[in-house]
DNA sequence: CAGAATCCTACCTGATACTG
DNA sequence: CAGTATCAGGTAGGATTCTG
């Protein structure tokens, strides 16, 4: 996905290798969602994104198998059957959604409280 | 940037609202280096940021200044100079961003060692 | 110097149909 | 069930040129 953010030399570095990594549209919230509910088939974890298509969803799971992130199980059954769970790798993922989760809470507060503060000035006189 | 990412009621808005925020393709790295680096004007962010182009590094920090994250400072001076930092609330996100930062090289590490262990397998017979 | 404007492409979305 | 295939349409991002 991300290429052309090939700074040689430099700090950005580990930055870069996560967006590289988890930079994908949906990836976080699909790593969020193993990582609360643990194993989860392809379909359950349809219904848990609303919004996002088969094709992504696809995409999105083998890339991030690819990159260690998940592991795909597949059961030789009739109907086929396949769960997706976090790697040990995947885990580490774990303080950084957790942290995004959290400061994405504090972001909400912040904006609603800046919108009622405009709200405030434009009525005042 | 994000839109159609909106589950009703549930735990996932925390990581959506992040997403949403600093989402982009380019923010969390222009963000990391606004954190360290302080105040930067425009040109060296472009300097900082090889591959990205004008338009781009435009139109994802007046999503960030529109988001609260960064402060744009204008001096009414000729030839124009702007400066861009981090806001209170932007600095908010700097364990998100050191967190972020510090998984990307364990990730390098990992993904050096899963590509010499692959090449292990190969050659062994 | 810091950008605005334009154009262009690649990727994402949504719907639908098909397969093992 | 868990995909793959296809196509129309939109949007994010990239390249280039122009301007106060």
Redesign the interface.
Known sequence: M?D????PNH?????????Q?I?G?WK??IL??LL?DGTRRFGELRR????ITQGMLTSQLREMEQ??LIVRLVYNEIPPKIEYSLSD?GK??S???A??????????E??NQ?KAESKNDSHAE
Chains 1, 2 share one sequence.
């Open positions: 991300h052309g953010l090939r700074e700090r950005t570095q580990g930055i870069i290798a996560t967006l990594a930079g549209k976080p919230l969020f969602i609360h848990l994104l609303p919004h990159d260690g790798h580490t993922l303080s950084v959604l942290d995004m989760c959290g400061w994405g809470f504090k972001h909400i912040f904006m800046s």
